[in-house]
């Protein structure tokens, strides 16, 4: 379905458009409803990559493996019993490191959608992370657009982007950012005064899809160098709380691994996020829900928006 507006003004992501443009069907097993890697979880910030892979499920991916510092990676894998657990190199504090892809080649070939950020708590780091999996896609021959899983970068993963930027190609046509405010300033390198200029900007820059605070861009090659720009009508700031950001990118790895495009996952998932907030305010008041309650509300409101 094309979404796109005529004007600069941004298409409203509304239920009704939601159903005339519906996810993919379920399939009939695990596998046929695509495969996440999430790559996060520094020793003091497991949760982070636990609430992504929790979200990922929720949204109806198939399979899900989560690589963390080594030092938790038993932990995860407990708190997580549906996903599989791999231990990273991790520095004596606890940072994941950028070493050892080796342990999760089988995992990254096989994923239909790799996460990178939750729970990274070194910036350095995530950098040297970001180059070696860069590297390794150049070292592998697929360095193209039409091969490889769909790359969803969020947190620490956002702030070391600028810093690869030279180096993206392989990631080029295939990434979906999840930046707060903070996170779009930094990938710009100005302040934003508009934001959903900034996430177009973004968009057009990175070749990526974006979904910042309610606003989602797409490059969009027909429009004359401007990007396709869509604005959620729901939410509620009780999203403001510890762990929703690594919420919304799980459920956007999730819809992108069941087969949509880049563009319909940061759309449904941005939209199930900010609904998910309202039910939560409806019920336990305008603050204080948790993250992982969000996720949990994904199911039923896919099942409302999607028949």
């Not at 070194?122 to 070696?132: G, I, V, Y």
């Not at 990434?175 to 930094?186: D, Y």
């Not at 999730?254 to 900010?274: E, I, M, P, V």
């Not at 409806?282 to 949990?296: I, M, Q, T």
Request: proline share 5%.
């Amino acid at each position: 379905m094309s979404t796109r507006s005529d004007s600069t003004e941004p298409t409203l992501v509304t239920p009704s458009l939601l159903r005339d443009w519906p996810l993919p069907a379920p399939g009939d097993d695990k596998y046929s409803r695509g495969a996440v890697l999430v790559i996060g979880g520094a020793r003091t910030t497991p949760g982070a990559a636990i609430l992504a892979g929790t979200a990922a499920l929720r949204a109806g991916a198939g399979k899900i493996t989560v690589a963390v510092a080594e030092s938790v990676a038993a932990q995860v894998g407990v708190a997580l019993p549906e996903c599989g657990a791999v231990g990273l190199p991790e520095t004596a504090d606890g940072s994941v490191t950028g070493q050892g892809l080796d342990r999760i080649s089988s995992y990254v070939e096989r994923a239909d959608t790799l996460l990178v950020g939750p729970g990274l708590d070194d910036l350095d780091l995530a950098e040297s992370l970001l180059r070696a999996l860069l590297e390794r896609e150049e070292a592998d021959g697929s360095a193209n657009a039409a091969e490889g899983p769909a790359v969803v970068l969020d947190a620490f993963a956002l702030g070391a982007l600028a810093k690869v930027e030279e180096e993206l190609g392989p990631w080029r046509g295939r990434l979906i950012l999840t930046p707060n405010p903070t996170e779009a300033e930094i990938l710009l390198g100005h302040d934003v005064e508009d934001l959903g200029v900034a996430v177009a900007d973004i968009a057009q820059r990175f070749d990526a899809v974006v979904s910042c605070q309610g606003f989602i861009a797409g490059p969009s090659a027909e429009m004359d160098g401007k990007a396709e720009l869509w604005k959620i009508t729901t939410g509620y700031g009780g999203l403001g709380t510890s762990g929703s950001g690594d919420v919304l990118a799980g459920a956007i790895a999730g819809l992108r691994a069941r087969g949509t495009s880049d563009t319909q996952a940061a759309c449904w998932g941005t939209h199930l996020h900010a609904a998910a907030a309202d039910r939560l305010a409806s019920k336990l008041g305008p603050l204080g829900f948790l993250a992982r309650e969000l996720a949990d509300e994904l199911p039923a409101l896919m099942l409302e928006l999607n028949t």
